[in-house]
């Protein structure tokens, strides 16, 4: 079919975090446009910024989903996936060390392991991925990526020469980092898909900043930090690196596998939601399209510091002809004029429909498909 033929919609959300995923919130959107009269053709192409929702972002644009066992966050094994095309392979660090692996309220912000992602590294890199997209948002980790080095055949070793158990913690007993074993990658092009620039260290560093979302205690934060220091010193000792990466912007993303990304794998950083779109070919399936629907769970100041919802609106005005874009949320802090300077012409709330925060977040694939509704009346009438 011509796609500038037809009427045709894109509908392509971040998740609503807590509530529902992506392809759930553009499924919902979807089925309140056909109910509001829309009876065009309709694109549902969930999106992701790096974080969880990642590799079924990149199923949703047409890679497959590859399936293997690894080492999870806590050491137990856990079935993660990565996602496939051609030479091109997307990684979502959450599959292996993700914060929601650890049983409820089981939190381990000293021992938690980056192990798993190192092994889908290898196992992506064995089925012959060139070009490696690592999305490494919402883990349970602060090790420096050491458990990652691990798994690609590094030895970290205490002063006696034991190897170093999993976790940041650990690293305050690093004495010796021992690359003769890692495996040879310098053929695989690495990019970290991220908007996160917190430095490796300091008050802005992961341990700081994103320890105690993990669960560590200000005490804890400390003996991290430390170790991160002691791993910084040994690991860009190890490489011989002339200026420290441990102070690079995105060094400190995913309790500091940013770090090892950067030091050990040549990675480049890259706006997560701008990878992703590249990989979907987002701007060709534009192509006679009217509008343009996107959101996340909460449209606040965060987004505007590429999001995916601000991503999706840029891409979109880009194209020539610009496609108008609205978005759907949870709830909207943004002005209008914060939203039009975005490129977001309307937010649609759930709190419009229901202000309670409780039943919004519990009915909210119902009360979607009453956006969804309102969207097809108000554009596309």
């Known amino acids: 079919m011509n796609r500038g033929m037809s009427e045709r919609v894109v509908v392509a959300p971040d998740k609503f975090k807590g509530s529902l995923t992506a392809a759930e919130v553009a499924a919902g959107v979807a ?14 192409l969930p999106v992701a910024d790096g974080g ?16 293997l066992v690894v080492h999870g966050p806590v050491g137990k094994n856990v079935t993660a996936s990565y996602a496939l095309l051609g030479d091109t392979a997307v990684i979502e660090a959450a599959q292996a060390c993700g914060l929601t692996l650890l049983p409820r309220g089981c939190l381990a912000p000293l021992t938690a392991t980056s192990r798993g992602v190192g092994e889908l590294i290898l196992t992506a890199t064995r089925m012959g991925a060139k070009r490696i997209v690592l999305g490494i948002g919402g883990t349970a980790t602060t090790d420096g ?22 976790g940041g913690a650990a690293l305050a007993s690093l004495a010796a980092v021992d690359l003769t074993g890692l495996r040879d990658l310098t053929g695989v092009e690495f990019l970290l898909a ?19 979302q993990k669960g560590a205690s200000p005490s804890e934060v400390g003996l991290l930090e430390a170790g991160l220091r002691r791993w910084a010193d040994f690991a860009e000792a190890a490489v011989g690196v002339p200026g420290p990466v441990r102070d690079s912007p995105g060094a400190g993303a995913a309790g500091g596998i940013g770090f090892a990304a950067l030091l050990f794998l040549g990675a480049r950083m890259r706006p997560g939601i701008e990878l992703l779109l590249e990989l979907a070919a ?14 996340e769970g909460s449209l606040d100041a965060q987004t505007l510091h590429g999001k995916a919802p ?10 020539s002809p610009a496609v108008p874009v609205v978005a759907v949320a949870g709830r909207c802090t ?48």
């Not at 089925?31 to 549902?44: C, S």
């Not at 917190?198 to 320890?211: D, E, I, K, Q, S």
């Not at 202000?355 to 956006?371: F, I, K, N, T, Y």
């Open 282 to 295: 987002f701007g060709s399936r534009l192509d006679g399209v009217r509008l343009v629907i996107t959101g």
């Open 334 to 381: 943004l002005s209008a004029g914060e939203l039009r300077a975005a490129g977001i012409a309307r937010a649609y709330t759930l709190g419009d429909l229901e202000p309670d925060l409780s039943r919004s977040m519990a009915e909210a694939g119902a009360l979607l498909v009453r956006l969804g509704e309102q969207i097809a009346v108000d554009w596309l009438g």
């Open 194 to 212: 991220s908007d996160v620039d917190n430095p490796l260290l300091g008050p802005a560093g992961a341990a700081a900043v994103y320890g105690p």
């Open 310 to 319: 601000v991503g999706v609106a840029r891409a979109a005005g880009a194209h």
């Open 145 to 166: 990526g050491a458990g990652l080095l691990q798994a690609l055949g590094a030895r970290l070793t205490d002063a006696k020469g034991r190897e170093l158990p999993p």
């Open 52 to 67: 969880d929702g990642t590799v079924a972002a990149a199923v949703a644009a047409g890679f497959n989903r590859v399936e």
């Open 31 to 44: 089925d309140g446009l056909v109910r509001g009269g829309f009876a065009g053709e309709i694109e549902a």
